[in-house]
């Protein structure tokens, strides 16, 4: 089942829940991916890797929300964007922890050649196309430089 579809289903199961903050959470979702499709226009619709970077956006901005919630003691607020970041983290696959993440890139450091941090860029751009889905590249930033000694 592709997302688009399940956010269709999750909808109308949260619908008929009467689950209000879920639908909500979920309309938001629905509407910013039309969005990001008319942004595409003429060509067809975004595809699956350009949801799942969308729905990433969206978690990060109100991971952003929610800390300056907290700055400006509006603690419901940040509750409100933690339900939301909730819904969104739902339709992600899921993140490698640590361990797959270091091997991952010792996999393309060995793929690549690389031997110094000058050879970062190939690394990483072999981590993105092999794993983009499921790997954070914040995180495989710093660990691709203490791998190759940087």
Do not use: C, W
């Not at 595809?47 to 109100?62: C, N, P, T, V, W």
């Amino acid at each position: 089942m592709s997302l688009r579809e399940r956010f269709t289903a999750e909808l109308k199961t949260a619908m008929l829940a009467k689950d209000a903050p879920r639908t909500a959470a979920l309309r938001m979702i629905t509407a910013r991916l039309k969005d990001v499709d008319i942004a595409a226009r003429p060509g067809p619709p975004v595809d699956e890797e350009a949801i799942i970077a969308m729905l990433r956006g969206m978690a990060k901005s109100r991971r952003e929300s929610v800390e300056l919630y907290r700055q400006g003691n509006r603690p419901e607020l940040a509750a409100k964007e933690e339900a939301e970041i909730a819904v969104i983290e739902a339709f992600l696959p899921q993140q490698m922890d640590a361990a797959a993440i270091a091997d991952a890139v010792r996999a393309a450091i060995a793929e690549t050649g690389a031997a110094s941090v000058k050879d970062m860029g190939k690394v990483m751009a072999a981590l993105k196309a092999r794993h983009a889905a499921s790997l954070d590249m914040a995180k495989a930033g710093p660990a691709v430089k203490a791998a190759l000694g940087g």
